[in-house]
């Protein structure tokens, strides 16, 4: 199949399936396709080819990937998946660039996002990452890195508390006075339900979308609200950029979502309620762009750091395709899914 193409998806029902056991990103057994992708992740059906010779376009990490989409639901994911044991070292390796803390890039980027200029940005941007969402009561931020979300869900009125793998992270996180468990979410007994579960830009990159979704409602209060942030698999800029779409992101993202599979995802997870749009933020989109222009094979691609350059292509990008990327939102071929649903 040619890079970019796009085929219709079969409805999958959420009736339980015979799967062979694999190791959910949070760190836990569960239900899902085995490792070398024999079958589909979340339903276990056949897998036919969709992408092929993928590379990390971000840190530079060597190796040949493809994208495999499952002929019975739809869900692409990427293939040869790493295990639980090697996601966590890719990413105490390399999110982040390992833990950067005081260059020009981290500390610019920390004044923006405490900014006015922020706020005003999300307006005009779309919020893929929650940040403008104001509230009460206490949520989970499933993934929460170093905790830069959990200070601003700490300014609009909510009590946050976070899960995150990486002890590194983690550690950057506590040392901002939160709470954060170093454990799967799976495995994650919380004394009280939370008001609030967020996955931003998470779910992507677990082995078992399925059960994720299945426990990151479960910590949920009746009535709570489940928040999901992933990349739209149906976006026009993955035809555009082809195998340099940002959001391949191998091989850390494991799954790749439309906007049906997730509605069907959250019902199947016990949530009604669902609704879900789509935003083109103009960091992925001058993402594809610099990588476009300046990736090179086995070699981390600098310019994505880079605190003049990035800003620039982000800025030029939104202003010069402002009327693409509006059309593209509205016609379902946007570039980010943002998904709010309710727990039954």
């Not at 009736?15 to 062979?20: D, H, I, L, V």
């Not at 760190?27 to 070398?36: D, H, K, L, M, S």
């Not at 530079?60 to 002929?71: A, F, N, P, W």
């Not at 609704?275 to 001058?286: C, E, G, N």
Request: proline share 4%; net charge positive; glycine share 8%.
């Amino acid at each position: 199949m040619a890079a970019g193409a796009v085929v219709p998806e079969i409805t999958a029902n959420c009736g339980s399936m015979n799967r062979p056991l694999a190791i959910d990103v949070v760190g836990t057994v569960t239900e899902a396709g085995t490792r070398n992708q024999a079958a589909c992740l979340h339903c276990g059906g056949a897998l036919a080819d969709s992408e092929s010779e993928l590379f990390d376009t971000r840190f530079g990490i060597d190796g040949s990937y493809e994208v495999r989409r499952c002929i019975t639901c739809g869900l692409e994911q990427t293939s040869p998946a790493p295990n639980a044991e090697e996601l966590q070292t890719l990413y105490e390796t390399y999110y982040n660039f390992g833990g950067e803390q005081g260059t020009f890039y981290s500390r610019t980027r920390e004044r923006f996002l405490a900014s006015f200029w922020y706020r005003l940005w999300m307006r005009f941007e779309g919020d893929a990452s929650f940040h403008s969402r104001k509230g009460t009561g206490r949520l989970l931020d499933i993934g929460c890195n170093e905790g830069r979300s959990m200070k601003i869900f700490t300014r609009n009125g909510f009590q946050p508390t976070g899960l995150e793998l990486s002890e590194r992270a983690a550690g950057v996180a506590r040392a901002s006075g939160f709470t954060v468990h170093a454990c799967g979410l799976e495995e994650y007994q919380p004394a009280t339900l939370y008001d609030v579960a967020v996955l931003s830009n998470v779910l992507e990159h677990s082995l078992a979308p399925r059960q994720m979704l299945k426990s990151a409602v479960r910590v949920l209060k009746p009535g709570g609200e489940i928040w999901i942030s992933c990349p739209n698999s149906r976006s026009w800029l993955r035809a555009v950029f082809g195998r340099r779409w940002i959001n391949w992101h191998v091989p850390f993202h494991i799954s790749h979502f439309s906007a049906s599979m997730l509605e069907r995802m959250l019902a199947c997870a016990g949530c009604h309620r669902v609704k879900v749009r789509q935003v083109s933020p103009a960091a992925w989109l001058a993402s594809s762009l610099l990588v476009a222009a300046f990736f090179r094979r086995g070699k981390p691609t600098q310019q994505l750091r880079n605190p003049i350059l990035f800003p620039l292509a982000m800025l030029i990008g939104k202003l010069l395709l402002f009327p693409f990327l509006w059309v593209a939102n509205k016609s379902g071929r946007g570039d980010c899914l943002v998904a709010v649903a309710t727990k039954i």
